[in-house]
């Protein structure tokens, strides 16, 4: 780990504008075989002080390969993201007239979804970049070429010389990852065409302040976005940002569109970075605010799963997502509260909760304890309808952690 000084985007000093302290925790998805002492990490965000920048970062970043190399999160395990990539596909072909001579590279392509889709779609010159070997090996197996790294100048430049430019480079929920945005968006240059245009999501951090996604802060996310201090951004780097989208995903995100030539700027970006400025997502005080928000809510939280114990209710939770280790620690949450998680995705069952070494089941768990009074904390909050409308037979209650939302299930 070594602590950033200054700002990924423009090269202010940082070092002394620390807005937000979470508590230390291990790395969010981190999941181990058997409890056992891991490594806490500080979470303390920056906030650039630069009037023309205002960029949020995490102070502390972790080693990639740390934090990479045993990726246990599957794009492909979640039916309605992999719409949402269909989709996205499907937008981006249409935008850019893609079609069967046109090349495609993903940056952090995970198991090789949004490829497929493109595939899929009749694009299928794709190719994929991932540190994660067991992952990439996954993509593999599914037609999907990878190739296993972390994006540099030589790996872009070797694939540009295998392959030749790129029509388009994606990089979805991985431009928040990369500590060195600069050495990155260099990358991105080197491999896409004269033509060629670089589209990223993101969360986008209005509405992690609007919505209070606070459990969205960890390691492996070093940079908070929003669109202000990206335009600039890429002007300095020699691109130009000429459209941005907001999209639903992770409790709200934006869509990014980069070229690496100049474009017609479409006015949906003036009017987020007004729209940012008047929400004051560039003001130190907020984030002072934001903290107080965490703090009501965490003991508001404790004090309903309280309440749930004394009624008589014993807990579990649904999802075990990188977010629910942040959620775990600053609301002082253990396995003294949570008897199990039940995770769709097989990668994670049969592990622990990083640090808080929780068991993570299968969903036929529910089935076992089906006439026992459960309380399920649905971590995975951002698939909460989906969730329980997949286990309407369950006699458990629902309870969304951060809304405290809560639903009886059937014969409850």
Known sequence: ?????????????????????????????????????????????????????????????????????????????????????????RRAIDLLGL????????????????????????????????????????????????????????????????????????????????????????????????????????????????????????????????????????DRMGMTLFDVERVPTHGGSIRVYVASDNRVVSPRVAELVKSEEAAALFSARTYESFGERIRTQGKRLREHVASLKDDGWRLCGYGAPAKLTTLMYSFALDANDFEFIVEDSPLKRGLFTPGTHIPVVGPEKLAEVSAQRYCALVFAWNYYDNIVAGHADWSGLWLNPLTLERLDGEGS
Not at 44 to 67: I, K, W
Not at 135 to 159: K, M
Request: aromatic letters at 10%; glycine letters at 6%; proline letters at 6%.
């Open 99 to 234: 079609d069967e001579k046109s090349f495609v590279i993903d940056i952090g392509s995970n198991d090789g979804t949004l490829l497929r889709q493109f595939v899929d779609h009749g694009v299928t010159r794709v190719h994929g970049v991932e540190p994660a070997r067991g992952i990439a090996e996954i993509a593999e197996s599914r037609g999907i070429p990878t190739t296993v790294a972390f994006l540099d100048p030589a790996v872009a430049l070797d694939l540009r010389h295998r392959f030749g430019p790129a029509d388009l480079v994606t990089a979805n929920n991985v431009f928040a990852h990369i500590g060195d945005l600069e050495q990155a968006t260099s990358a991105v240059r080197t491999m896409l065409g004269s033509r060629g245009v670089f589209i990223f999501e993101v969360s986008y951090l209005a509405d992690v302040v609007e919505g209070l996604l606070f459990d969205t802060i960890y390691h492996e996310h070093v940079a908070y976005h929003t669109v202000r201090p990206l335009v600039r951004f890429f």
């Open 1 to 89: 780990m070594h602590e950033r000084r200054t700002c990924a985007l423009c090269g202010t000093e940082t070092v002394d504008h620390v807005v937000l302290s979470l508590p230390p925790t291990p790395c969010a998805n981190e999941f181990v075989d058997k409890p056992k002492d891991q490594a806490r990490y500080p979470l303390d965000l920056q906030l650039c002080p630069s009037p023309r920048c205002g960029h949020l970062q995490l102070a502390a970043v972790v080693s990639p390969s740390t934090l990479f190399d045993n990726y246990v999160y599957a794009s492909g395990t979640s039916p309605s993201f992999v719409q949402h990539f269909s989709n996205y596909a």
